[in-house]
């Protein structure tokens, strides 16, 4: 062979090979620098805790750091456009709840599809909510709450994390249920929400366990229910709303863990085997079990287990929200 047609070859390879680098695989070395997990809401809210309970086990398996990045804003859409639009090499991904499912719905301008404009890696936590007040609102059961917040409709106010959060979800169906309107306050998320909520500036907030928890045995909220069907481990003697009597009260918040579309699928495969190995980490299982989050058993903790629940989820939320007449736009 020539040295002409040697070098025609090689030129021909590298440039093979550059072109097969590009978005869409990664080499076999993957990872080499820090990862990125995007959280969509404000820092020391729940799904924050969450990332960051996560984060440390995660990057420990992968060998490099997982650093958690907060972008919150119009209920979760911002850090999830963010992401559906981030470099799809592995370094960027999402961790986000129920949102994902309702945010098709609530918006109608959004820049990406949940369904389509991500890679899935897999579900994480099922967690319930729970229904607190500022500590010196009068009620203390929650029956006495119901029929407060019906005598006192005009003055009380109910903070969310904006349309598309779970906290803004469980206040509209409550709100539906008890059929009223409140005044609501809107945060970057339920962290800053219940920093109101404890100092006093606002007095009803529907949350998370894995944020309220640690507030509610502080005796720094008022606790009035739960919003799963049954009562919760972490919370026994805490009735739930349908105990309360609202029939059919049911919010429990699902959390997955997504990849820009196009992320290439040997990155996939390696993120999905450390949040898997996460959640059987003993320390972990341990710190969610106190906060009341619920792993989802291993077949879910897959890329086809995510993308059916969110599709699922989709189907379940889109007519409750059509029929509120609920818009974020
Ligand atoms: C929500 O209400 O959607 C979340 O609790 C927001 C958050 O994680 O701060």
Not at 68 to 93: S, W
Not at 145 to 168: C, D, E, M, P, Q
Not at 230 to 238: E, K, M, N, V
Request: glycine share 10%; net charge neutral.
């Amino acid at each position: 062979m020539s040295t002409a047609v040697r070098a025609v070859l090689l030129a021909a390879w590298l440039l093979a090979s550059l072109a097969g680098c590009k978005g869409g695989e990664v080499d076999q070395a993957y990872p080499t620098r820090p990862i990125t997990l995007v959280v969509p809401f404000a820092a020391g809210g729940p799904t924050d805790v969450l990332a960051r309970t996560l984060a440390g086990p995660m990057g420990e398996t992968l060998g490099q750091s997982v650093v958690v990045e907060n972008k919150p804003g119009a209920g979760g859409t911002i850090a999830a456009a963010y992401v559906a639009r981030a470099q799809p090499d592995g370094y960027t991904l999402l961790v986000h709840h129920t949102g994902m499912a309702t945010s098709k719905a609530l918006y109608k301008n959004l820049t990406y599809d949940p369904l389509t404009s991500f890679e899935f890696i897999g579900q994480v936590v099922d967690v319930p909510m729970t229904l607190v007040g500022r500590k010196d609102l009068p009620p203390g059961k929650l029956g006495e709450l119901i029929a407060y917040i019906k005598a006192n409709r005009a003055t009380l106010n109910f903070a969310h994390a904006g349309a598309g959060s779970v906290s803004h979800l469980c206040a509209m169906l409550l709100q539906q249920a008890l059929g009223l309107e409140l005044t609501t306050v809107q945060f970057q998320g339920t962290a800053p929400a219940l920093v109101a909520l404890v100092g006093g500036h606002v007095d009803l907030l529907c949350d998370q366990t894995t944020q309220t928890i640690p507030h509610v045995n502080g005796g720094r909220v008022k606790l009035y229910g739960a919003t799963a069907r049954s009562r919760l481990a972490a919370l026994p003697d805490t009735p739930t709303l349908q105990e309360g009597g609202l029939q059919g009260f049911e919010v429990v918040v699902w959390h997955g863990l997504y990849a820009p579309k196009g992320t290439p699928k040997d990155a996939l495969d390696k993120v999905g085997a450390a949040l898997r190995a996460a959640l059987k980490n003993p320390a972990v299982t341990q710190r969610l079990v106190e906060l009341g989050a619920q792993v989802v058993p291993e077949a879910q903790q897959t890329p086809a287990g995510l993308r059916d629940r969110l599709a699922a989820e989709i189907e379940k939320w889109t007519p409750v929200i059509q029929s509120a007449g609920v818009s974020a736009d």
